[in-house]
Nanobody
Framework: QVTLVESGGGLVQPGGSVRLSCSAS????????AAWFRQRPGQEREFVAA????????VYGDSVQGRLTISRDNARNTMTLQLNSLKPEDTAVYYC????????????????????WGQGTQITVSS
């Protein structure tokens, strides 16, 4: 069982940056692949980025490619998402997610593949 809590959202100006954190409870976070999704008003949850158990493999969604970095620190049970060059269309609730994973498993981009979810943190990009 993993409990996830996001932090770091808020109001950001266009072109600005924000760093989101996801704190995981339990001693098995290192056995879980993890990801960020976002949900814009009236839209389905969208894949943003995923990272493997050890942090060596990452994959990014097309809409954010080149503007963000996902990373994790298993010793601290945390995962972060650095978002740069923010646009108004990045306004959304951002969720972290985790799934139990073997080392060689491919990273999943579908929300239904993840077992554990945080409560979400809002990012609003506006001047």
């Amino acid at each position: 069982q993993v409990t996830l809590v996001e932090s770091g959202g808020g109001l950001v100006q266009p072109g600005g940056s924000v760093r989101l954190s996801c704190s995981a409870s339990g001693r098995t976070f290192s056995m879980h692949a993890a990801a960020w999704f976002r949900q814009r008003p009236g839209q389905e949850r969208e894949f943003v980025a995923a990272i493997s158990r050890g942090g060596g493999n990452t994959v990014y969604g097309d809409s954010v490619q080149g503007r963000l970095t996902i990373s994790r620190d298993n010793a601290r049970n945390t995962m972060t998402l650095q978002l740069n060059s923010l646009k108004p269309e990045d306004t959304a609730v951002y969720y972290c997610a985790a799934r139990r994973s073997i080392v060689t498993a491919p990273l999943e981009v579908k929300a239904g593949s993840y077992d554990y979810w945080g409560q979400g943190t809002q990012i609003t990009v506006s001047s």
